[in-house]
């Protein structure tokens, strides 16, 4: 049975009421979930399930689900060690609330956004990248070099400007048509529900995105290079960090 990702639907929704629908040693899947599952970058959302009588199972990941035909808005919510016993009272068909860890999610939502930003600033193809609860790291692909105070105060700008944020969506046979939209180089768009989710920040950047994001670039709020490197000959890493 597919998930049904709320978060894909507002990013903003910190707890939903759903029920188990499959159980085994990677963890328990939901009929619907607020926690984004590690993907695209992306950490995966930590939080709690609360039973009916109150029992707390403490969730420390979200990964997609791993079984044959599982579709990429499958997740699975991964216990912490240390609960066995808890979770081995759980029953398919069991209803529980799912609320996640909101202070650490705003967090991904911030830096997410503010990478997409960096996209605008940096136009070079994305190499790799990583949203965690600290940092943004993008490897651009350019052998040009990166001035750091020209990142930072063109951020800043963006930031400043209050950019919408929105979503919209096209065909995967859409997506097809129009690669010029991909520019990450190890992510591959989110396709295979019939229909990609595109990322758009009026006037500023338009990508294939299935990670949470702010309503408004304002939300992020400032932002400093913390590091900036040469990874390789042909890729250069910067790192954001709040300031």
């Known amino acids: 049975m597919t998930t049904r990702a709320l978060f894909r639907e507002d990013a903003y929704l910190q707890h939903c009421d759903a029920t188990i629908v499959a159980l085994d040693e990677h963890g328990i899947q939901l009929d619907q979930t607020v926690f984004y599952p590690l993907g695209g970058g992306q950490a995966g959302d930590t939080g709690v399930l609360t039973l009916a009588d109150g029992t707390r199972i403490v969730i420390a990941d979200t990964r997609k689900a791993k079984f044959e035909g599982a579709t990429p808005d499958d997740a699975v919510h991964v216990p912490a060690p240390g609960q066995d016993a808890l979770v081995a009272r759980l029953a398919v068909g069991e209803r529980v609330h799912a609320q996640i860890d909101w202070e650490r999610r705003y ?7 503010a990478s997409h930003l960096m996209c605008a600033v940096l136009p070079y193809p994305v190499d790799g990248c990583s949203i965690t609860v600290d940092y943004a790291r993008l490897d651009f692909a350019t052998v040009e070099p990166i001035e750091r105070e020209r990142v930072e105060a063109r951020l800043a700008e963006l930031v400043g400007g209050a950019h919408g944020v929105a979503t919209e969506w096209i065909t995967d046979e859409e997506m097809s048509a129009r690669p010029e939209l991909v520019r990450t180089m190890s992510v591959k768009p989110p396709m295979g529900l019939g229909r990609v989710r595109l990322l758009k920040i009026d006037g500023v950047d338009l990508q294939p995105c299935g990670g949470t994001h702010v309503r408004n670039t304002r939300e992020i709020g400032a932002l400093r290079v913390a590091k900036l490197e040469k990874k ?12």
């Open 232 to 243: 390789s000959a042909r890729t250069r890493r910067l790192v954001l960090e709040f300031v």
């Open 107 to 113: 967090r991904h939502m911030r830096l997410h956004t």
